[in-house]
């Protein structure tokens, strides 16, 4: 399933309708912070896993 331009398009003018302009920093802020916390237990797990190999 490809996504064309109009599509991508379409998708982020209903977000924008969804949230609001005022929101979409928030929310992207939001979403970046999580990612950031995801890969920082994700590098502590391969941190603890390899501590316990050896």
């Known amino acids: 399933m490809n996504?064309?331009?109009w599509e991508?398009?379409?998708i982020l003018l209903l977000i924008l309708?969804?949230?609001g302009a005022k929101k979409l920093?928030?929310?992207a802020r939001?979403?970046?912070q999580s990612?950031?916390?995801f890969k920082k237990?994700?590098?502590e797990s391969e941190e603890k896993d390899?501590?316990?190999k050896s």
Do not use: V
């Open 3 to 5: 996504l064309g331009i």
């Open 8 to 10: 991508i398009l379409i």
């Open 17 to 19: 309708l969804l949230f």
């Open 25 to 27: 920093p928030e929310l």
């Open 30 to 32: 939001g979403i970046g």
């Open 35 to 37: 990612a950031r916390e």
């Open 41 to 43: 237990g994700l590098q």
């Open 50 to 52: 390899s501590e316990e």
